[in-house]
């Protein structure tokens, strides 16, 4: 479903992806992880037309991402992407953020926008919040709406770029209950993320990004219980054993 090939991003004079590439199959759970900077969160961007990329290739079930391109925006809302900071319009409440994309982008009915909103935010615990503004809401509920509107799009796909490292440490098990809900029903995801309990359990793949290179990859019992390469090893042993 999704391809990426050799993919280099810089920032002026900082590449930040140097040569990036893999594919992600339909209904798979792609976990990236990896050291902050190292072009985890940037990649995602890529693959939904946040950040255009100097060379490579991006596509998404044979069609071209290009920022510059018209056909940009029938992807954006193919592949929905969760942000680290919810990114809710503080001014709507839970109902109207998640019947905002299907309204305004898609053309449906505020009646069925509505009653199909209604329904995702039940289906994410939030079923007596529809009338709450974001700022009402804890972290983790406004991640729950954030996943909602994402899921309202009927998406091919979802990004979450680190979708609980915002988030106190007793609300991370709610929003990651969520999305292993949403992984067992199938959808192709892709998440950066540094829950490595959630990508050991639900993840199909893992690759471990260090210094904008892939430098291992592979089933997650492999990468997080067997890794080969010593970046890897030392990463995982400062993120489990942090005080040694």
């Known amino acids: 479903m999704?391809?990426?090939?050799?993919?280099?991003?810089?920032?002026?004079?900082?590449?930040?992806i140097k040569g990036v590439s893999f594919e992600v199959k339909k209904g798979e759970v792609v976990c990236i992880i990896g050291p902050s900077g190292s072009g985890k969160s940037t990649i995602l961007r890529c693959?939904?037309?946040?950040?255009?990329?100097?060379?490579?290739?991006?596509?998404?079930?044979?069609a071209k991402v290009d920022i510059a391109d018209r056909s940009i925006t029938d992807i954006r809302t193919q592949v929905s992407m969760v942000f680290q900071?919810?990114?809710?319009?503080?001014?709507?409440?839970?109902?109207?953020?998640?019947?905002?994309?299907?309204?305004?982008?898609?053309?449906?009915?505020r009646a069925h926008a509505r009653d199909e909103a209604a329904a995702l935010l039940d289906k994410v615990g939030l079923g007596s919040k529809l009338g709450v503004y974001p700022a009402k809401l804890s972290?983790?509920?406004?991640?729950?709406?954030?996943?909602?509107?994402?899921?309202?799009?009927?998406p091919k796909a979802i990004l979450f770029d680190e979708p609980t490292s915002a988030l106190d440490p007793e609300l991370v098990?709610?929003?990651?209950?969520?999305?292993?809900?949403?992984?067992?029903?199938?959808?192709?995801?892709?998440?950066?993320?540094?829950?490595?309990?959630?990508?050991r359990a639900v993840a199909d793949r893992v690759l471990f990004l260090e210094g904008g290179?892939?430098?291992?990859?592979?089933p997650p019992q492999d990468v997080l219980?067997?890794?080969?390469?010593?970046?890897?090893?030392?990463?995982?042993h400062r993120i489990i054993h942090p005080m040694e």
């Open 139 to 154: 972290g983790g509920q406004q991640q729950r709406v954030a996943i909602a509107r994402a899921l309202a799009m009927h």
């Open 85 to 109: 900071r919810f990114n809710l319009f503080p001014h709507r409440t839970a109902l109207e953020n998640v019947m905002e994309g299907p309204v305004f982008v898609k053309k449906v009915s």
């Open 173 to 199: 098990g709610e929003v990651l209950a969520v999305m292993r809900d949403v992984a067992a029903e199938g959808m192709t995801m892709v998440v950066v993320t540094h829950e490595m309990e959630f990508a």
């Open 225 to 236: 219980r067997n890794p080969q390469h010593p970046r890897t090893q030392d990463f995982l």
């Open 2 to 16: 999704i391809q990426v090939q050799d993919i280099h991003k810089s920032f002026g004079a900082l590449e930040v």
């Open 213 to 218: 290179t892939i430098v291992e990859q592979g």
């Open 47 to 62: 693959i939904n037309g946040l950040e255009s990329y100097q060379r490579g290739a991006i596509s998404i079930e044979g």
